[in-house]
Each structure stands twice: as structure tokens, then as C-alpha cells.
């Protein structure tokens, strides 16, 4: 069963880190572009970064400098590591992918998001 599981949200303070993940099964998750996406309350859905098959990564400009994207493979995982975290990364964040090899903005397959509050 093909599936991508979200899991590390939880309540930080501001300046705070957090380490999402992004497990895959029934596939393999290193031949595919893995993103991450975020919802905000009352705000569409924006994407966050984006790992290719090939490793080549991306991040949108709010984010740079302070998200990393990661996978290991012999865990069929995918990271997004969050630090200086700020109110305004709110948000419910998604894993999902393009069934392709490199970063697109054509999602197929969404995970069911994991819920990160940042608040003092």
C-alpha cells in the first residue's frame, strides 16, 4: 500500500526547531521528488522546499537559510529540519510527490500533514 505518513509537528516557541518526517512505503521513495507543503489558517497552500531523485534541492525565499530538506534512504524517509522557527511557519505541513524525478508543481500523492504551532 502506497502511503506517505507526516510525522515531528507539535508546539515550539519562536527561534525553537523542529525535524518533520516524511515516511514512504510502498515505493521507493529515492526515484522520486519528495516537497513539502504548508497550509496556514485562511491561507492557500504554498510549497516550502523540494528534494529531487537526484538530490538537487529547493526552498522558497521565506524559508531559506533556515529549513533544510534531507532523505535517507535506507530509512525511505524524508526531512524537512525547521530552525529559527517564526509565528508566521504556522501552518499544517504535507509531504507529497510528483511521481517524477525532479521538483514540479504537479503533486499527485499527498501525505495527511502534521500540524506545526509556533507561539511563545
Known amino acids: 500500500q502506497v502511503q506517505l505518513v507526516e510525522s515531528g509537528g507539535g508546539l515550539v516557541q519562536p527561534g525553537g526547531s523542529l525535524r518533520l518526517s516524511c515516511a514512504a512505503s510502498g515505493f521507493t521513495l529515492d526515484w522520486y521528488a519528495i516537497a513539502w507543503f504548508r497550509q496556514a489558517p485562511g491561507k492557500e497552500r504554498e510549497g516550502v522546499s523540494c528534494?529531487?531523485?537526484?538530490?538537487?534541492?529547493y526552498y522558497t525565499d521565506s524559508v531559506k537559510g533556515r529549513f533544510i530538506i534531507s532523505r535517507d534512504s535506507a530509512k525511505n524517509t524524508v526531512y524537512l529540519q525547521m530552525n529559527s522557527l517564526k509565528p508566521e511557519d504556522t501552518a499544517v505541513y504535507y509531504c507529497?510527490?510528483?511521481?517524477?524525478?525532479?521538483?514540479?508543481?504537479?503533486?499527485?500523492?499527498w501525505g495527511k500533514g502534521t500540524l506545526v504551532t509556533v507561539s511563545s
Open positions: 528534494i529531487s531523485s537526484s538530490s538537487s534541492t
Open positions: 507529497a510527490t510528483d511521481w517524477a524525478g525532479e521538483c514540479t508543481p504537479a503533486m499527485d500523492y
